[in-house]
């Protein structure tokens, strides 16, 4: 089909991401400035961050202590790479700084550029690990129904929202993905079984979905998908790209809900945002054989000219400090609290299905009268960022740093607009 003669809409060069563009172009807001939790934008506006970004932004926007450790850094040593028998000092130390705070016991820690980077190493990994041990029939990556991993190849490959991994030619863009179901691990041993555990290298899982629509893990679904990986040697690679560095009043979800995974793939929190930075800690099982005195170790041939970026490392060490400073775990798990009272309330209304919440996290699910993305837009004209997702639900993720008086002004908006659209 030609779609020629159809006008072409202008804009600004610059692509907006992920967007479907005639929907977005002549009402996008261009923020230029912020301040703890409100952004501002190039037309006046106000906005309260209830999304922390894409929940990124926990220790709130424009920390001076974060500015100037960047600057520091840059005025001594912007970056030196770490290839070869080169290395930084201050990705040695953020190395350092997270094996100690990692779930998994004696990690190395590959670090990177963001989430999406970080899920293309573990899946690499997991397969070079199976190779490495002659298991070559292990290559394929399950995912869960719903799961969002970024969108370099493996994340689209793995992506469990159709409309993500559609589009390139064939049903996954990296060969060897497949999905298991979302709730129901019994349908998820199934899906083994039809593959076959020989063929499986790992799953991967978000702790608690976030993109795919807030949804928490159903109760012993994260520790039967732990089972299913040790009794079929599978590796569990969990994505805690959102739930890392304190979303869920624990340093990383993996310890909230006491699991031992191989792999665990992080970015956004580890410097709230501040720099780029992703990565994975890797459990020593994985990582020793690269590392033996032998003539025939085989190498990771994985790498990237920024990875462990030194500025973006000097940001990371002084937000995780922020973290620990300002007792921010604690004060995540009053919010929390804070937060599935007061979205509780708002299941009175008709037009609202549900509402979830686990760690600092939000989701309002909406009958098909309303639209989570109507809504959404409302809320910005009464000074509230909030994001429509899968299923028909409403985002919440606030920075760490917002007040008690926020959070309920922040429902109070919502209620108020979905009580108007209600009336509509
Ligand atoms: N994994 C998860 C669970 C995510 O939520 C995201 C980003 N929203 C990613 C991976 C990709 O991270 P990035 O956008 O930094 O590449």
């Known amino acids: 089909m030609s779609h020629e003669n159809q006008p072409v809409l202008t804009g600004p060069a610059l ?3 992920q967007a479907h563009l005639p929907s977005v172009l002549g009402r996008q807001l261009t923020v230029d400035r912020a301040e703890g939790s409100y952004v501002f934008t190039t037309d006046g506006r106000r906005l309260f961050d209830g999304t922390a970004g894409l929940w990124h932004a926990n220790v709130g926007h424009a920390r001076p202590e974060l500015a100037e450790a960047a600057y520091e850094q840059m005025r001594r040593l912007e970056t030196y ?4 028998r080169y290395l930084n000092d201050r990705a040695v130390e953020l190395g350092e700084r997270l094996a100690w705070l990692s779930p998994i ?9 963001g ?16 190779q490495r041990e002659g298991r070559t029939d292990k290559t394929v990556i399950l995912s869960r129904e719903f799961a969002y991993h970024g969108l370099h190849a493996y994340g689209t490959s793995i992506a469990g929202l159709d409309f993500n991994r559609a589009g390139y030619g064939t049903e996954s863009l990296v060969p060897d993905t497949a999905r298991v179901s979302t709730h129901d691990i019994a349908a998820v041993e199934r899906t083994v079984r039809t593959i076959g555990p020989e063929k499986i290298a790992a799953i991967v899982a978000e702790p608690i979905q976030g993109t795919g629509g807030v949804n928490p893990p159903a109760p012993g679904y994260l520790e039967g998908l732990q089972r299913i990986c040790r009794e079929n040697d599978i590796l569990l ?3 805690e790209v959102i739930t890392g560095f304190g979303r869920t009043g624990h340093m990383f979800a993996t310890e909230r809900y006491g699991l031992r995974p191989d792999l665990i793939t992080f970015a956004k929190g580890v410097t709230s945002g501040y720099a780029p930075l992703g990565g994975v800690l890797v459990a020593p099982h994985i990582w020793q054989p690269f590392y033996r005195d032998s003539s025939d170790t085989p190498v990771f041939r994985h790498g990237a000219t920024y990875a462990g970026h030194a500025t973006a490392a000097a940001v990371a060490l002084r937000n995780l400090d922020i973290l620990d400073e300002d007792k921010l775990l604690p004060r995540v798990t009053e919010l929390e609290q804070l937060l599935a009272r007061e979205l509780n309330a708002l299941t009175a209304r008709a037009a609202v299905v549900e509402t979830r919440v686990a760690g600092f996290l939000g989701g309002i699910t909406l009958t098909d009268d309303l639209s989570a993305e109507a809504v959404t837009d409302e809320l910005v004209e009464h000074g509230f960022i909030t994001r429509p997702l899968r299923g028909n639900t409403v985002q919440i993720s606030p920075p760490f740093v917002t007040t008690d008086d926020e959070i309920r002004q922040l429902v109070a908006a919502i209620d108020t607009v979905i009580s108007a659209q209600e009336a509509k």
């Open 15 to 17: 692509w907006s991401a």
């Open 81 to 84: 790479h770490i290839f070869g």
């Open 105 to 113: 016991d004696d990690p190395k820690v590959i670090l990177n550029s």
């Open 115 to 130: 989430g999406s980077d970080a899920i293309d190493v573990a899946c690499k990994l997991a397969r070079r690990h199976w």
């Open 237 to 239: 690679i969990l994505d």
